[in-house]
């Protein structure tokens, strides 16, 4: 067989000749695989467009009318479907960056969200304190104010006041761990549901 010419091989194919096929195979394979190769750069996916294409041409044979040489209708064949590859990926390529980009979106405004609600819980339980130790936790975390300074300002001892803003801070912990919670609740049956879709 290997003394045939392409068109002696081709005309034992159509006749459904596979020994007539193998040795077209055997004759093309790799420099077909090689001029993918060098194209994608992908051993896989060089393999994968040179066997399909095999395949096709086997499945199809009676369909396929080659006149001068198969090296010919091979080459414009494996060109095509190299061509076709690379308009996938990057296709795929686009639709993946806009999606990333809709998801990088989406989490920065829920970011934003979430980040405006906890300022506005916080403020929420800053207002829920005794007036006296509200007062003492604004002078010390919003004024910027020191222990000394603020008890030196409210006729206060230091350690009345290490105690007031330890205080401020487990109840204002204490009521934001609720939302904490329920952020995480969201966030768990969000991603779940993500899943499950």
Known sequence: MNSYSDIELWALVRQDNAMAFEALY???WEKFYTLCYWHLLEQETAKDIVQELFIDLWDKRDKIDIRETAEGYLKVAVRNRVLNHIRS???KRKHYDAARSAIEKETHS????NERELRRLYQEEIGKLPPRMKEIYLLNKEQGMSIAQVADQLSLSE????NQLGNALKKIRGGLEHYRLLSLFFAVVSFFGKILI
């Open 110 to 113: 829920e970011d934003l969200n």
């Open 26 to 28: 055997n004759r093309y």
């Open 159 to 162: 350690q009345t006041v290490k």
């Open 89 to 91: 990926v990057n296709t």
